[in-house]
């Protein structure tokens, strides 16, 4: 199986090649073939390079592969001739259609988590919304009609609220059958209540899911009072990321947060978090979200192909981290004294145990 891999900037440089690691040591737990990895320039390496930070050799290559990992990039620090621009990983996600990103946030054994009883997934629509594209036709854009007059526009097409929709219900229908639909349509009455009433309509295909909908402030407040009432969260492009974050946070911390951004077809491995430019060089990342983000790709991919061995080496990934956290043994932002290689020689020598 070939896999694409790119390092993106800041702890990336950290977290994806310890990722690489882990994958290989599963699938060779479970005596399945080696992967044969692409590495693929992006971020600050590939403008040093390249002179963009998403070459056109990145895109190509990605179009003949069916899942890769996509390390966090540093987009704020580019050189303002690419600020304002779609992101490298907003580009991706535009290109390939990869418009579910599934967010689950769930406490660990071992974590002192502030809402130990959380067990949700977040799925955020990934392609429209208010996330600026100045280059696609679908998507939506910022524009300064003058120096002092700065617009965005979003957009919600039915057709994408629906997809979202029906990734959400059919997910919980394998959970506990909850999809809680967040929007702001007391305020973003046309935009965010298509969403809502377009979740709505694809819930009457699923009579055995129960429903309800918040607004996307209260749902905040929610998520910290009682965060481990809901099941399954729907929601458009940027309340997606903010809750995301604050449900990573809430379940253990945005370094245990994981997601996958996928379509029908292909799928990448993307840490919640950004590149922590803060602790970035310094040995201290958690590599956890990246970890269960690759555990959650060979899953997709175990499904996608009718491949058991990929799931079961997606579980060996997620047991592994789960055994080593529950041990005691946790990265500077779980309150631990490992470091991000000292963490991660424990999940291997966990992964690869049998
Ligand atoms: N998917 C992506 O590639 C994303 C990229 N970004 C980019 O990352 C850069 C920094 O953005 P920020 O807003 O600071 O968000 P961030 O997620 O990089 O960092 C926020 C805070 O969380 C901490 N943190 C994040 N990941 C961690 C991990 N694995 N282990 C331990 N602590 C961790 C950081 O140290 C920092 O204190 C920006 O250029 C931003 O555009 C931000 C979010 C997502
Ligand atoms: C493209 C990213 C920088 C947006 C983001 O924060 C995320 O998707 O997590």
Redesign the pocket.
């Known amino acids: 199986m070939r896999l694409g891999l790119m390092h993106?900037d800041g702890?990336g440089h950290e977290?994806v090649p310890a990722t690489r690691q882990i994958v290989d040591a599963a699938l060779s737990s479970v005596h399945a073939p080696p992967v044969e990895w692409v590495e693929l320039p992006l971020g600050s390496t590939a403008i040093d390079t390249h002179g963009t930070p998403i070459p056109d050799e990145t895109i190509d290559a990605l179009g003949q592969l069916q899942g890769w990992i996509l390390g966090?990039?540093?987009?704020?620090?580019y050189p303002e001739r690419f600020r304002g621009q779609l992101?490298p990983?907003g580009v991706i996600r535009k290109k390939f259609e990869l418009f579910a990103n599934i967010r689950p946030a769930a406490a660990f054994p071992g974590v002192k988590a502030m809402v130990p009883d959380m067990d949700l997934v977040i799925v955020r629509e990934n392609t429209e919304g208010l996330y600026a594209d100045r280059n696609m036709a679908v998507g939506s854009g910022e524009f300064m009609p003058t120096p002092d007059i700065a617009l965005a526009v979003g957009v919600f097409t039915r057709a994408a609220c629906e997809r979202i929709a029906r990734t959400a219900f059919a997910l919980a229908s394998r959970r506990r059958n909850h999809v809680t639909i967040v929007h702001k349509a007391n305020v973003l009455t046309l935009t965010t209540g298509l969403f809502r009433d377009a979740c709505r309509t694809v819930a009457a295909e699923y009579p055995h899911v129960v429903v309800d909908d918040e607004h996307v402030d209260a749902m905040a407040a929610h998520l910290v009072r009682r965060g481990g009432d809901f099941d399954v969260v729907v929601t458009e492009n940027m309340f997606g990321d903010i809750l995301s974050d604050l449900a990573g946070e809430l379940s253990g911390?945005?370094?245990t947060a994981p997601s996958i951004n996928a379509s029908e077809t292909q799928v990448m491995a993307?840490?919640a978090?950004?590149?922590?430019?803060?602790?970035a060089g310094k040995n201290r990342?958690?590599p956890t979200?990246l970890f269960l983000s690759s555990a959650m790709m060979l899953d997709w991919l175990g499904d996608a192909r009718g491949d058991r061995l990929l799931s079961a080496a997606a579980r060996r990934i997620s047991d592994a981290v789960r055994t080593t956290i529950a041990s005691g043994i946790a990265?500077a932002?779980l309150g631990g004294l490992a470091s991000t290689s000292e963490f991660s020689e424990v999940v291997y020598a966990h992964t690869l145990r049998r």
């Open positions: 993106g702890i977290i966090p990039h540093d987009s704020a620090s992101t990983g911390s945005l370094g993307q840490a978090h950004g590149a922590a430019p803060d602790i990342a958690n979200a990265t932002d």
